[in-house]
């Protein structure tokens, strides 16, 4: 079994900065792509960004150029550094992870989710 823990979630004022932190446990072989997903209320869950286990980076539109993604294969932790946060980053941010276990079994695994909330 594998899971996902975030942290780094919580209130912060329009233009300010928060880090988001994903760590993955349990019988992990190796790790593909980690990502950061978001759902605000009554809409979609939608990609906000990933990073491939080469480095390669994908971002939503509306972050790119404030929004960084990095991870530490050794941690087996992804990271998001928000940055210049808008009213309309508040969401719920979840972690996804795309795990090869220890048996040789590829699934994606989700966090619980961390609460952002951006006030103007």
């Known amino acids: 079994q594998v899971q996902l823990v975030e942290s780094g979630g919580g209130l912060v004022q329009a233009g300010g900065s928060l880090r988001l932190s994903c760590a993955a446990s349990g019988s992990i072989f190796s790790i593909r792509t980690m990502g950061w997903y978001r759902q605000a209320p009554g809409k979609q869950r939608e990609l906000v960004a990933s990073?491939?286990?080469?480095?390669?980076?994908t971002f939503a539109d509306s972050v790119k150029g404030r929004f960084t993604i990095s991870r530490d294969n050794a941690k087996n932790t992804v990271y998001l550094q928000m940055s210049s946060l808008k009213p309309e980053d508040t969401a719920v941010y979840y972690c996804?992870?795309?795990?090869?276990?220890?048996?040789?079994?590829?699934?994606?695994?989700w966090g619980q989710g961390t609460q952002v909330t951006v006030s103007s």
């Open positions: 990073i491939n286990s080469g480095g390669g980076t």
């Open positions: 996804r992870a795309d795990v090869i276990d220890s048996t040789v079994v590829r699934r994606d695994y």
